[in-house]
Each structure stands twice: as structure tokens, then as C-alpha cells.
């Protein structure tokens, strides 16, 4: 089975879409892949406009949390002439109790949050995430409180945002055979670094099945198998080194994994 496409839309951070795809994405077997893509700050309709051209493309399941009525109406208007499915969460309450208030809505983006200290600091460590993804820049490893390692296709991206989102600043550093490592990982306190592995064969099916989707060869070192078990033989030797705390991530989503690494740390 394909992928699912499921667009969320929203003129904040849309937390309130992603906290109720996610418990929905957890009802259905690992069997229903999702390709769930999050679209935060939407205020306009030159930044709308080329999402929804991008989710007709994809015949994608839109998640909307816009205040902005002529925001929404756009994207209702879009999904209607598309035959395409929109869940528009927030719309419907905020009609009933305009209607039963007689009052408008203020319709400002993030009101939730605004004056919520956690809300800014989890801004600033989602910031920090995307700053210091795959080792962009090793002085990011002092200044995280989690440092994920692990080779290519061990989940670090995803799993480095989500704890972003739950507060930590995270910087995660891919490791490449014969890539010098950044002096800086060696300076990085033993307890906030984690090392992210898996099974080979796990391992192979998701690095084949990647090379499947964006139509590349098979026949790279990136999926044969004996270059895949050299660079989780190089992981495991660093983590050894390091004193890393390592986890199995295969059959582990996201949220599991995540929470296992904030009772380590």
C-alpha cells in the first residue's frame, strides 16, 4: 500500500492538528503507511495557495486549524472543486459558540499560546532542531540537551523534532565511515548522547524501499549489504567509545522511542 498523504495546515504552529493526527495515525497497524506533512504559519494566500496546488498534486488528506475565516473558505472552496478531503477542526466549535455568544471570534492566530512561556521555549528548541540537524553545525552538539547519532535511515530528523516539541534542544549528527567526526561530539557529556540503531536487515528494507520511492538504482552502496553492516559495525564501535546510551529503534515509533530516550536523560 502507498503512503497516505495527509497535508496539516494551520496559520500557528498547528500542534492542535499534529497532537490529533497522531492519535488517530495510532489507531490504525503500521500497515496504513502516513505521509503526514505539517504546514505551520500559514497567513496569507500566497503562502496557502501553492500548499493546496501541492495537495491536489498528492490527492492529499488536508488537516486545517486556520482562525482566519477567509482562510479557511479558501481552502474549503480548493478541496470542494478537487473533490478533496478536508477535516477542518476548528471552524465548526467556533461557529456554535459564536452563534450561541452572538460574538465574533478574534480570529488571531496562536491565542492559545501567546502569553505561554512552554509555548516560547519550544519554539526556540524546534528552532534549535532544525539549526543543528545533520551535524550542520558541530558547535550545536555542546549546546544540545540530547545528541542523537546513528547512520543514514535511523530516524534522527523526525525523532529530533519531536523532542524538540516537547522542550529539549536536540542536535543529531549522521555517522558516515571515513567522514572525520566533529572534535566537539568528544566533549559532549556521555549521559546526552544516544545511540540510534537497528537490525541490518531492518535497516536494508527501509534504505531499499527509500531508494525505491525517489526511483534511484538499487545497485549503491547505500542498500547492499555488506556496506550497510560496516557502517552499523562503525556506529556501534563509536557508541562503545563515547559511553553512549544506544536503542533499537526498529519497531519503535516515534513517540516510544522518544519517550524511552526522557527517562534516560
Known amino acids: ?23 488517530v495515525a495510532a489507531q490504525f497497524p503500521q500497515s496504513v503507511p502516513l505521509k503526514i506533512q505539517r504546514f505551520p504559519f500559514v497567513t496569507d494566500q500566497s503562502t496557502l495557495v501553492p500548499i493546496l496546488k501541492d495537495a491536489q498534486q498528492e490527492q492529499a488528506i488536508i488537516v486545517t486549524t486556520l482562525v482566519n475565516r477567509l482562510l479557511q473558505q479558501s481552502v474549503t472552496e480548493f478541496c470542494q472543486a478537487h473533490n ?17 455568544s452572538q460574538t465574533d471570534s478574534l480570529e488571531t492566530p496562536g491565542s492559545l499560546r501567546k502569553l505561554d512561556e512552554h509555548y516560547f521555549h519550544r519554539i526556540s528548541a524546534m528552532e534549535f532542531a532544525v539549526r543543528y540537524d545533520d551535524g550542520k553545525e558541530p558547535r550545536g552538539l555542546l549546546e544540545a540537551d540530547i545528541v542523537l547519532l546513528g547512520v543514514s535511515r535511523t530516524s534522527k530528523t523526525p525523532l529530533s523534532m519531536y523532542l524538540a516539541n516537547q522542550n529539549y534542544r536536540v542536535a543529531n549528527l549522521p ?10 561530539l568528544f566533549k559532549v557529556p556521555t549521559h546526552k548522547i544516544i545511540g540510534l540503531t537497528m537490525p541490518l536487515q531492518t535497516l536494508l528494507k527501509i534504505r531499499t524501499e527509500r531508494l525505491a520511492t525517489l526511483g534511484l538504482p538499487q545497485t549503491t552502496n547505500y542498500s ?35 519517550s524511552l530516550i526522557q527517562t534516560m536523560i
Do not use: H
Open 1 to 23: 500500500m502507498s503512503a497516505i498523504p495527509i497535508f496539516m495546515i494551520s496559520d500557528s504552529i498547528g500542534e492542535t492538528a499534529r497532537s490529533v493526527v497522531s492519535a
Open 84 to 100: 478533496l478531503t478536508l477535516i477542518d477542526l476548528l471552524s465548526s466549535l467556533t461557529t456554535a459558540i459564536s452563534d450561541r
Open 175 to 184: 555517522l558516515i565511515p571515513g567522514v572525520p567526526l566533529p572534535k566537539e
Open 224 to 258: 547492499a549489504a555488506t556496506s550497510v553492516s560496516d557502517e552499523l559495525a562503525y556506529a556501534q564501535q563509536l557508541f562503545d567509545t563515547l559511553g553512549a546510551t544506544v536503542i533499537n529503534v526498529a519497531d519503535r515509533s516515534i513517540e516510544e522511542t522518544a
